[in-house]
Nanobody, 124 residues
Framework: QVQLVESGGGLVQAGGSLRLSCTAS????????MGWFRQAPGKEREFVAA????????YYAESVKGRSTISRDNAKNTMYLQMNSLKPEDTAVYYC?????????????????WGQGTQVTVSS
């Protein structure tokens, strides 16, 4: 069982930056992928970014590409999402997720473990 704990959310003005963190409680010898999803009020949860843990390959949704950077620190078992030039439409609860596969997926149903979520609010 893997527990994921997010941190770093908050309230920021449009154009500002935030860095989200997600720390995993355990490490697995299997190849795996970690990702960020978000869910805005009244909307479905959507893919934001993902990183394959072994190779460090990164993937982004078009809506955040060029404004966000996903990264990981193997020693700390922690994944980060640096978000810049934030927009009001980025307001959502952001979830960290882990998938026990080295192949990335943009579908939330493909992920095995989830964090509790962290609120990001961008004011205009």
């Amino acid at each position: 069982q893997v527990q994921l704990v997010e941190s770093g959310g908050g309230l920021v003005q449009a154009g500002g930056s935030l860095r989200l963190s997600c720390t995993a409680s355990a490490r697995t010898s299997r190849s795996y992928t970690m990702g960020w999803f978000r869910q805005a009020p009244g909307k479905e949860r959507e893919f934001v970014a993902a990183i394959t843990w072994t190779s460090g390959d990164t993937y982004y949704a078009e809506s955040v590409k060029g404004r966000s950077t996903i990264s990981r620190d193997n020693a700390k078992n922690t994944m980060y999402l640096q978000m810049n030039s934030l927009k009001p439409e980025d307001t959502a609860v952001y979830y960290c997720a882990a998938r026990l596969s080295g192949r990335v997926s943009y579908l939330d149903s493909a992920y095995d473990y989830w964090g509790q979520g962290t609120q990001v609010t961008v004011s205009s």
